[in-house]
């Protein structure tokens, strides 16, 4: 079945340091991935996505391309800001079949910035 | 403004007692599904419905039972809860099943 594996946290950063979390997926087909932010006490909100193999999603200064050669879509931020503190998720959504639509998440990363 | 409601959001109760937590969008989307977040497990999809009165399991549906009678609500019922179904609960909507979905606020469920 489908998966998605998500680097270890919780991620301690100070402000303006440079953010990778790294996600890699498994999965039958051509899925869509995704990345959703989830603020405390907040329910999850997509922050960006890509559809296809080499594609770029990006939004509010993260980025991620989907890499289908080494099946990772890692996520990066050039310079975080204490407002970033949130937990990240990786998902992929599946392609076809009876999962379609479905979406695997991975475990979840905590980011936590600091003045 | 468009939204997924959920209620209520925090809820206590004890083994074997019936609950129901409810589920509303107001974007006429077909697609709805429920997910439980536990620590290090992320979320994991209880049940999906892909329109009226066409419901699935999704991967963790035991002890779990849904209902799609209208478009706009899809509630999830707990007919005995036990306390491994402590969790953070999520509904989730969209347009079709293929598309970006929103999630409600969630539902803190506390089981003893």
């Known amino acids: 079945g489908n998966s998605v594996t998500q680097m270890e946290g919780p991620v301690t950063l100070s402000e303006e340091a440079f953010l990778t979390i790294n996600c890699t997926y498994t999965?039958?087909?051509?899925?869509?991935l995704f990345w959703y932010v989830q603020y405390p006490g907040e329910g999850l909100q997509l922050l960006l996505k890509?559809?296809?193999?080499?594609d770029k999603g990006s939004n509010k200064g993260f980025e991620a391309t989907y890499r289908k050669e080494t099946t990772s879509f890692h996520l990066e931020k050039g310079s975080v800001q204490v407002s970033d503190s949130a937990v990240y998720f990786c998902?992929?959504?599946?392609?076809?079949?009876?999962?379609?639509?479905?979406?695997?998440f991975g475990q979840g990363t905590i980011l936590t910035v600091h003045p | 403004e468009a939204q997924v409601t959920q209620n209520p959001r925090y809820l206590i109760t004890v083994t074997g007692k019936k609950l129901t937590v409810t589920c509303s969008q107001n974007?006429?989307?077909?697609?709805m599904s429920w997910y439980r977040q536990d620590p290090g497990l992320g979320l994991r999809q209880i049940y999906y419905?892909?329109?009226?009165?066409?419901?699935d399991k999704g991967d963790v549906p035991e002890g779990y039972k849904v209902s799609r009678k209208e478009k706009r609500n899809f509630p999830l019922i707990l007919e005995s809860p036990s306390p491994n179904q402590t969790s953070l609960y999520f509904c989730?909507?969209?347009?079709?099943?293929?598309?970006?979905?929103?999630f409600g606020p969630g539902t803190r469920l506390t089981v003893t």
């Open positions: 989730a909507s969209s347009l079709a099943s293929g598309v970006e979905q929103y």
């Open positions: 999965a039958t087909g051509y899925p869509s």
């Open positions: 890509a559809t296809k193999a080499d």
């Open positions: 998902a992929l959504r599946s392609a076809g079949g009876t999962s379609y639509g479905k979406l695997t």
């Open positions: 974007m006429n989307h077909e697609y």
């Open positions: 419905s892909m329109n009226v009165e066409v419901t």
